[in-house]
């Protein structure tokens, strides 16, 4: 795509190109329109004559429509508990990326506990578990079908007693359609928040073969829940998850990491350019 | 907020339906909004742009049959197309000359294999009396082998697994099936990117080593623009000979599945609709068709329907609305059929029609338990006429149903509603002939929405 753009002179079908490049990336028709706009009046200014160039000011006016003010830290405070919630649709990668991201608190010389609310799939507990063995630390568990609440909150008082830093929750995969769900989730949620102020970081987990239904799924959970911020999973293969485009623009919750492999240590934080690099091709 | 497919169409028709010629500019404006709603729908930009091509083609150059209006005739072609890309007829699983039946599930990472592999196990076991093992070759992820027996446990399923390679346990696992006398093996295979050729080649291996009737794609319905590289890639390792369609019961669009069916040419077999192991059904694909271009799951609703409603208590019910004399207690009794059918959710999906506003509505099914608790702690008094409730009445039921004045209020006055768009109904209806039985599938009554 990148050759077919960049190496031919500017006409009507260089613009389809694009259009299609960024549909292809899932970006969206609204979004794509929108950063096609904005592209045609900069290529008018700046008399821009080949794709090459177009091509590139497509990543720059990317990165200038999102950069604004998205805080891509995540909130990790040394000396006290700090909670972060994983939530996300069924498959989407959040025991995954909960032993990816303890890999990466551990890294930082940081303890860390599992909360194995994820009560519902059948054996996900010990999924994480097995997790836990692996990078030592340990994982606070009930029984298949226990009360997810009730889970976080026990390694919640077990992080405050043992003085660790971060009480990584897995939560069940659900379809944000679900009301009963969803209120499980809010519930999980208030019973972190009965200890005040641990609750530091909402992650939702984002597969990025997600096509514009991840929108949808990201305006519902932040709704729900007030997602703090995206992980982006699976970005190793060819999918380019450019739905996240939408949800930073529309909702302004920022993408936070990405998840680029199957290793526990595959997970980096998301550098808008990059990415908008490659959506471009 | 993006539109629906469905509503994309429904707005299209509606102002093709108010015009009496369909002119070449209708044609453009037709096919314009189609590539956006199919785009929005996540159907891969290129099937996109041969699907549109097709409906433009005929469309333009279509004879308008006598019987039809010229708008009538592109929802026609519309429908037609979208029924032809999808599949046309229902797939099925292929019959092994010699028993064992060998079914290997590969795909993505988080697509739902091991979830789709237990719930398929099911449906052949229990309805159409196969004896099956379940192997679990996905050796990949933590507690997958875990997972499988859990759920195969559930299901009354045994499971077979060994610590060994993928390969290896796909061979023994049949070996074993055939020493069990089980008529049917499905192998739950790891996740896998289509682009990582390591895995893709040991998929390719797993092939050879048991020679499946059937290996099925298994696809998440919320996939974007990479089903169509997923599909390819995976039909090029190993000779797919169908679909399961996951996450069904989510709000996405499913584009994938015209994607994945168009490029591919494979059917897609069965749908994932739920949590649940029995939510699992076959795939219709002039269903699907019909419910992309926003004529609802019609069919689907008619069977569940049938299935569930008692035939005499829906005419008594009938005759009585007819008449006016529809009470709170014929409005507990069609709540409770209602019920039968499945989440409330689920059905206004797959009604014709529905108002976006109506299909995005949380309908939460728990206000359904909340109304038929409240009609519970009446008397039959009050059921027939409930402008006999007065405050102290008003207090007894809410104490008795666990709510509040206010709820008994409110539900008595949504009841007052659906007592008067049901006689406005039947008005309508009287006179049509053969039309009461659809008024009723129409407008089900009472749909408590918070």
């Known amino acids: 795509m990148r050759t077919r753009i960049r190496e031919r002179r500017l006409d009507d079908d260089t613009w389809d190109d694009l259009e299609e490049t960024l549909l292809l990336a899932d970006v969206g028709m609204p979004t794509t329109t929108r950063l096609l706009d904005a592209l045609r009046s900069r290529a008018a200014a700046d008399a821009v004559a080949d794709g090459d160039a177009l091509a590139d000011m497509l990543g720059e006016v990317i990165v200038a429509q999102l950069e604004v003010g998205a805080d891509r830290a995540l909130a990790l405070e040394a000396g006290r508990t700090n909670v972060w919630m994983l939530i996300g649709v069924n498959g989407a990668g959040k025991t995954t990326t909960a032993a990816k991201l303890a890999t990466r608190a551990l890294a930082d010389g940081r303890s860390v506990l599992f909360a194995a609310s994820d009560t519902f799939r059948a054996a996900a507990a010990d999924q994480l578990a097995h997790w836990a063995s692996v990078l030592g630390v340990d994982v606070i568990r009930g029984a298949d079908g226990a009360d997810p609440g009730a889970v976080a909150f026990d390694a919640v008082q077990a992080a405050r007693a043992r003085g660790i830093d971060l009480v990584l929750v897995d939560t069940a995969g659900r379809l944000h359609t679900k009301v009963n769900l969803m209120e499980e989730l809010k519930k999980v949620r208030r019973v972190i928040e009965r200890t005040p102020d641990v609750l530091r970081e909402v992650l939702l987990v984002l597969d990025a073969t997600t096509g514009q239904n991840g929108l949808e799924q990201a305006r519902q959970f932040t709704e729900a829940m007030g997602v703090t911020g995206v992980v982006l999973t699976k970005l190793d293969g060819s999918a380019k998850g450019g739905v996240v485009l939408a949800i930073e623009a529309e909702l302004g919750v920022p993408v936070k990491l990405v998840g680029v492999g199957e290793s526990a240590d595959d997970l980096v934080p998301f550098d808008l350019t990059e990415f908008a690099t490659a959506l471009v091709g | ?450």
Do not use: W, Y
């Not at chain 2, 299909?359 to 039959?380: F, K, N």
């Open chain 2, 1 to 450: 907020m993006f539109d629906t497919l469905a509503d994309r169409f429904d707005g299209i028709f509606k102002r093709l339906r108010s015009r009496g010629k369909l002119t070449p500019t209708d044609v453009d404006e037709v096919a314009r909004e189609i590539r956006l709603a199919l785009l929005e729908a996540d159907v891969n930009v290129k099937v996109v742009k041969s699907f549109v091509a097709r409906i433009k083609e005929r469309a333009t150059g279509a004879e308008v049959a006598e019987s039809l209006s010229p708008a009538q005739q592109v929802i026609k072609i519309v429908h037609e197309e979208m029924v032809a890309t999808l599949g046309g007829a229902t797939g099925k699983l292929h019959v092994a000359p010699k028993p064992p039946a060998v079914i290997v599930l590969a795909g993505l990472q988080g697509s739902g294999k091991t979830t789709a592999a237990a719930k398929l196990a099911r449906v052949l076991e229990h309805d159409q009396g196969k004896r099956v093992l379940l192997v679990a070759a996905d050796l990949q992820r933590p507690a997958a082998v875990e997972q499988l027996r859990v759920l195969g446990e559930k299901i009354g399923v045994p499971v077979f697994s060994e610590p060994t390679d993928p390969v290896a346990v796909a061979r023994a696992g049949v070996r074993e099936a055939e020493r069990l006398g089980r008529t049917t093996v499905i192998i739950d295979t790891a996740g896998r990117l289509q682009i990582d050729d390591d895995l893709m080649g040991e998929l390719g291996d797993i092939h050879d080593a048991v020679q499946p009737h059937d290996t099925l794609l298994v696809v998440d319905a919320m996939t974007g623009q990479e089903a169509v590289a997923v599909a390819e890639r995976f039909a090029e390792t190993v000779p797919l000979t169908g679909i399961v369609l996951t996450k069904l019961d989510g709000d996405a669009r499913g584009g994938a599945a015209l994607s994945v069916k168009e490029v591919t040419g494979l059917p897609i077999l069965f749908a994932g609709v739920g949590e649940k192991v029995e939510d699992f059904e076959q795939f219709h694909p002039d269903r699907m068709a019909s419910r992309i271009l926003g004529m609802g799951d019609v069919m689907t609703l008619i069977e569940k329907a049938e299935a569930v409603f008692d035939q005499d208590e829906a005419l008594k019910i009938q005759e009585r609305m007819a008449k006016g004399q529809f009470t709170l207690e014929d409005f507990l009794d069609q709540m409770r059929q209602m019920k039968k059918m499945g989440p409330l959710s689920g059905i206004v999906g797959m009604l014709p029609g529905m108002p976006k506003e109506l299909r995005q509505a949380e309908i939460d099914d728990a206000e359904l338990g909340r109304v038929e608790a409240i009609i519970c702690a009446m008397t039959p008094e009050e059921r027939r006429d409930p402008t006999v409730i007065n405050g102290s009445r008003r207090l007894r039921i809410a104490q008795g149903s666990g709510t509040s004045t206010q709820q008994v209020n409110a539900m008595l006055k949504q009841f007052k509603m659906v007592q008067q768009m049901m006689r406005s109904m039947t008005k309508a209806a009287k006179g049509k002939k053969g039309k009461r039985g659809r008024a009723r599938m129409e407008v089900p009554p009472g749909f408590p929405l918070t």
